[in-house]
């Protein structure tokens, strides 16, 4: 828990300098379930996140407003202002999309591992009737919290 709370710190610290910070943001967040971590039940964002990001807010003194979007739309809101922040993220995803952004990232909030499932190869990539579409995949680590997004 330790850890947490020091990434959180981090994040205060990354805060831009400058006029007393507004109480309320609008944070982005995916419509797209990812239990334990989050998802949209009855139209209220829960789990994990929910309740790490509500204690920070907490903790600030600031009130976190969750907008859930179609992950396709999430970035796209982020970059054009519409949303305060965005979670998840991470500096790997979607990269051509955040040219000429300068987002600010603090380390991982989530504990994950990159994972990698590798369907038997045959002559035509697959095992014939494994189910498997492709050859082998991974997913990257994280999710981070964007701390701060500027024009480059």
Request: charged share 15%; proline share 12%.
């Amino acid at each position: 828990m330790k850890t947490w709370l020091a990434v959180i710190l981090c994040f205060c610290l990354w805060l831009p300098a400058g006029p007393a910070p507004a109480e309320r943001y609008r944070v982005g967040v995916e419509l797209q379930p990812y239990l334990p971590y989050f998802a949209v039940q009855d139209g209220q964002y829960r789990g994990y996140a929910r309740e790490l990001l509500d204690a920070f807010a907490r903790d600030q003194g600031h009130q976190f407003v969750y907008v859930p979007l179609p992950v396709k739309r999430l970035l796209g809101d982020y970059l054009a202002g519409r949303l305060d922040f965005k979670f998840p993220d991470h500096p790997n995803w979607k990269p051509r999309q955040k040219q000429g952004h300068l987002i600010h990232y603090s380390r991982p909030v989530a504990p994950t591992a990159t994972v990698s499932w590798c369907c038997p190869a045959t002559s035509a990539g697959t095992r014939p009737g494994s189910g498997c579409s492709a050859p082998c995949s991974a997913s990257p680590p994280g999710p981070t919290w964007p701390t701060s997004k500027t024009a480059a």
